[in-house]
C-alpha cells in the first residue's frame, strides 16, 4: 500500500482533539466545535476525538459521546475515529460501542487495557469485542492502563484474522517496539505517536501519525507528511526538527500547555485540565511558549 492510498484509508496525520473546559471544569462545547472546524482548517486529515490527549479517563460516557458527535459533525468530511471500550465491565463495553458508533464516526478505537503481556488474552479480548462493532475497528496502547503494549505476533493475528485496520503504536521504540509491526502490517496501517523516532517511523514503513503536538500544531505535522509522501526527504527532516521542539516545549505540562498554545493561536481556551487539575504551569514555561510561539509565527508554521 502505498502512502496516498494509506491516506485514503486510515493513514496519514490525525489531530488529537483536547476538550476545552469552562471555568466550573464543564465541557465548553460550543468551543469543541470551533476547534474541530479549525483542525480541519489547520490540515488534520484525520480527527480522533475521545482519546488520551481529551483526558477521556476523566470524561463520562455521556460527555465522550457528545464529543464525538460533535467531532462528526464539524468534521467537514474528515473521517472521525473515537475509543469505544473505556467502561469497567464488558457489558457496559458492549453498549458504549453501540452508543459511540450511532455518532456517526468512521472507525472505533480499542485501547489494549491492560492484556500486553499475554498475546492469547489481547487477541480473543480486541476480536471478542470487535465482533460487536459495525465500524472498522483500530487499537491504542493507551498509557492510562499498566502492561498496554502489544506484541507483533499479537498485531499479526489480529490484522490476518481481519479484526483491526491500525493501531497506535505508543512503544517509543523501533527496535522491539513499532518495527514489529510494520514488519506484520499488511493492508493495516501502523501509526507513529513517538515525535523522536517520526521521521525513521515513516522511512521504515508507518502509514501515518497520532501524536500529542497534534493537538496544537498538526499543520507542522501535515508539512512534515507532505514533504515525506512527495520523495522531499530533506523537506520532512526540517519540519520533523519543529515538530521535535514543540513536543519539548508543550511538555511543560501536556494537556494544559497544548491548550495555552492554541489559545496563541486565537481560540479561547482555558489552560485546565482535569487531569493532573493541582499541577500548574510556571511564569517560565509560560514564556518559553509564547517566545516559541512567537518564533513559529514568523516561520509561518503557526498563526497568531
Same mark, same amino acid.
Given at each position: 500500500?502505498?502512502?496516498?492510498?494509506?491516506?485514503?484509508?486510515?493513514?496519514?496525520?490525525?489531530?488529537?482533539?483536547?476538550?476545552?473546559?469552562?471555568?466550573?471544569?464543564?465541557?465548553?462545547?460550543?468551543?469543541?466545535?470551533?476547534?474541530?472546524?479549525?483542525?480541519?482548517?489547520?490540515?488534520?486529515?484525520?480527527?480522533?476525538?475521545?482519546?488520551?490527549?481529551?483526558?477521556?479517563?476523566?470524561?463520562?460516557?455521556?460527555?465522550?459521546?457528545?464529543?464525538?458527535?460533535?467531532?462528526?459533525?464539524?468534521?467537514?468530511?474528515?473521517?472521525?475515529?473515537?475509543?469505544?471500550?473505556?467502561?469497567?465491565?464488558?457489558?457496559?463495553?458492549?453498549?458504549?460501542?453501540?452508543?459511540?458508533?450511532?455518532?456517526?464516526?468512521?472507525?472505533?478505537?480499542?485501547?489494549?487495557?491492560?492484556?500486553?503481556?499475554?498475546?492469547?488474552?489481547?487477541?480473543?479480548?480486541?476480536?471478542?469485542?470487535?465482533?460487536?462493532?459495525?465500524?472498522?475497528?483500530?487499537?491504542?496502547?493507551?498509557?492510562?492502563?499498566?502492561?498496554?503494549?502489544?506484541?507483533?505476533?499479537?498485531?499479526?493475528?489480529?490484522?490476518?484474522?481481519?479484526?483491526?485496520? !491500525? +493501531?497506535?503504536? %505508543?512503544?517509543?521504540?523501533?527496535?522491539? @517496539? =513499532? /518495527?514489529? *509491526?510494520?514488519?506484520?502490517?499488511?493492508?493495516?496501517?501502523?501509526?507513529?505517536?513517538?515525535?523522536?523516532?517520526?521521521?525513521?517511523?515513516?522511512?521504515?514503513?508507518?502509514? !501515518? +501519525?497520532?501524536? %500529542?503536538?497534534?493537538?496544537?500544531?498538526? @499543520? =507542522? /505535522?501535515? *508539512?512534515?507528511?507532505?514533504?515525506?509522501?512527495?520523495?522531499?526527504?530533506?523537506?520532512?527532516?526540517?519540519?520533523?526538527?519543529?515538530?521535535?521542539?514543540?513536543?519539548?516545549?508543550?511538555?511543560?505540562?501536556?494537556?494544559?500547555?497544548?491548550?495555552?498554545?492554541?489559545?496563541?493561536?486565537?481560540?479561547?481556551?482555558?489552560?485546565?485540565?482535569?487531569?493532573?487539575?493541582?499541577?500548574?504551569?510556571?511564569?517560565?514555561?509560560?514564556?518559553?511558549?509564547?517566545?516559541?510561539?512567537?518564533?513559529?509565527?514568523?516561520?509561518?508554521?503557526?498563526?497568531?
Amino acid at each position: 500500500m502505498d502512502l496516498k492510498t494509506a491516506e485514503n484509508g486510515f493513514g496519514g496525520v490525525y489531530s488529537l482533539l483536547l476538550t476545552p473546559y469552562k471555568e466550573d471544569l464543564s465541557v465548553d462545547y460550543d468551543l469543541y466545535a470551533e476547534y474541530v472546524r479549525w483542525q480541519v482548517s489547520q490540515g488534520a486529515q484525520h480527527l480522533f476525538s475521545v482519546c488520551g490527549s481529551s483526558e477521556m479517563a476523566v470524561l463520562t460516557l455521556d460527555e465522550r459521546v457528545k464529543c464525538a458527535s460533535i467531532a462528526v459533525k464539524n468534521s467537514c468530511g474528515h473521517k472521525v475515529i473515537a475509543t469505544a471500550n473505556l467502561e469497567p465491565a464488558w457489558e457496559m463495553q458492549i453498549e458504549e460501542i453501540k452508543r459511540i458508533e450511532d455518532t456517526g464516526v468512521d472507525a472505533i478505537i480499542f485501547v489494549t487495557k491492560s492484556y500486553g503481556n499475554d498475546d492469547v488474552r489481547m487477541v480473543g479480548y480486541i476480536e471478542e469485542l470487535a465482533a460487536h462493532a459495525t465500524k472498522p475497528v483500530l487499537v491504542y496502547e493507551f498509557p492510562g492502563y499498566p502492561n498496554n503494549k502489544m506484541s507483533g505476533t499479537a498485531y499479526a493475528q489480529l490484522v490476518d484474522d481481519g479484526a483491526i485496520v !491500525g +493501531v497506535k503504536d %505508543t512503544t517509543c521504540l523501533m527496535e522491539g @517496539g =513499532i /518495527l514489529d *509491526k510494520i514488519a506484520v502490517q499488511g493492508d493495516s496501517c501502523v501509526l507513529q505517536a513517538n515525535i523522536p523516532y517520526l521521521l525513521e517511523a515513516y522511512e521504515a514503513g508507518a502509514r !501515518g +501519525v497520532i501524536a %500529542t503536538p497534534s493537538t496544537c500544531g498538526v @499543520g =507542522i /505535522l501535515r *508539512k512534515m507528511w507532505d514533504c515525506f509522501v512527495n520523495g522531499d526527504i530533506d523537506c520532512a527532516r526540517r519540519y520533523h526538527a519543529d515538530v521535535c521542539s514543540l513536543s519539548d516545549v508543550m511538555d511543560c505540562g501536556f494537556c494544559a500547555s497544548a491548550k495555552y498554545l492554541v489559545s496563541l493561536q486565537g481560540l479561547p481556551f482555558l489552560p485546565v485540565t482535569r487531569e493532573h487539575a493541582e499541577k500548574r504551569i510556571n511564569p517560565q514555561a509560560y514564556k518559553n511558549m509564547r517566545v516559541w510561539h512567537d518564533a513559529a509565527v514568523r516561520k509561518g508554521l503557526m498563526e497568531r
